[in-house]
């Protein structure tokens, strides 16, 4: 069974960027499209970016397009989420998953391995 283990997350100012990375282990992804979501307290965990396997495409929440990019390294099961002009309301626990089904790919059902998230604060 896969794991995925978030990390890269931390306090920035806004403005500021990070680079969060997301990690597979004991297997690979497979031939498997990716995920970004995030989730604030009291909130629904909501998309926020995805890539396919050969990372020809990619979709991205309106909320964060032309600031953040998603990118993967198969070779390293690997799975990146840049972000640059960050805002306050960026500010959430971010967790990455291995999408299993040909669902939209906001859909959170579409996904059925996750990480334990990682967080990120951004100040004003």
């Known amino acids: 069974q896969v794991q995925l283990v978030e990390s890269g997350g931390g306090l920035v100012q806004a403005g500021g960027s990070l680079r969060l990375s997301c990690a597979a282990s004991?297997?690979?992804?497979?031939?498997?499209?990716m995920g970004w979501f995030r989730q604030t307290p009291g909130k629904e965990r909501e998309p926020v970016a995805a890539i396919s396997w050969s990372a020809g495409i990619t979709n991205y929440a309106d909320s964060v397009k032309g600031r953040f990019t998603i990118s993967r390294d198969n070779a390293k099961n690997t799975v990146y989420l840049q972000m640059n002009s960050l805002k306050p309301e960026d500010t959430a626990v971010y967790y990455c998953?291995?999408?299993?089904?040909?669902?939209?790919?906001?859909?959170?059902?579409?996904?059925?391995?996750w990480g334990q998230g990682t967080q990120v604060t951004v100040s004003s």
């Open positions: 004991g297997r690979t992804f497979g031939r498997r499209p």
């Open positions: 998953a291995v999408r299993v089904d040909g669902r939209r790919w906001q859909e959170l059902d579409a996904y059925n391995i």
